[in-house]
């Protein structure tokens, strides 16, 4: 897609700020709108956007909520980027557990915003095309739409879950899941489990997956990624 088949919603209570960022944006080429809060935003047809600059704090609803109302209640999973002036660990954790593709600390350049929002729509694109037949890493092949794994000529058993997880990392190489995000996107709503459960899950899939199982890395903090180095 070309930058001008892409479509950003800023979503922030501080007009100066929307202005300086739609203007910079649509001289990237991008379309955009403006809510200057949630709720505002609640009122557009958010599943036209391709991407989400979301501030965090504002007014009665803040951009978490509306994350939270977007993933849970809507299933859109559409790009989201938080504007944040905090950058407490526990916020950041927050945001990734609602499914958030990346921060932005203010104080920011108008610079950094441009090349996040370019590696974010890049990596959704991806993401999209891979929806379409297999993911594959060397010999290890994942095919999503009879859900089976095989590496080279051997089928992988899997479990359900072990599938969704392994297919979740596979989508967003190098990009570090959560185990709230984990949970929130593979277990059922109405499914309680602990974080733990995430853990047994992956050392499961890793035994499965051979010499492949070494790729999927943990970082404190962070979660879990599918990463060859």
Known sequence: M????YK????????????ILQFNLEGEGFETEVAYSAEEALTKDMASFHLILLDVMMGEMSGFKLAKLLRKEQKL?????FITAKTAEDELLTGFSLGADDYITKPFSIKEVIVRVKAVLKRSALE???ELSTLAVDK?????????VKIGKKELELTRKEFEIL???????GYFHSREEILDRVWDDNTIVSKRTVDVHVAHLR?????YGKYIRNKQGYGYTFEKK
Do not use: F, H, Y
């Open 77 to 81: 999973s559409v790009p989201i980027i």
């Open 167 to 173: 297919a979740m990392l596979l989508k967003s190489e």
């Open 207 to 211: 035994k499965k997956l051979g010499s």
């Open 128 to 130: 999209e095309r891979s």
């Open 2 to 5: 070309e930058m001008t088949d």
């Open 140 to 148: 290890l092949v994942l095919n999503l739409k009879k859900r089976k």
């Open 8 to 19: 950003i919603l800023i979503v922030d209570d501080e007009e100066d700020l929307c202005e």
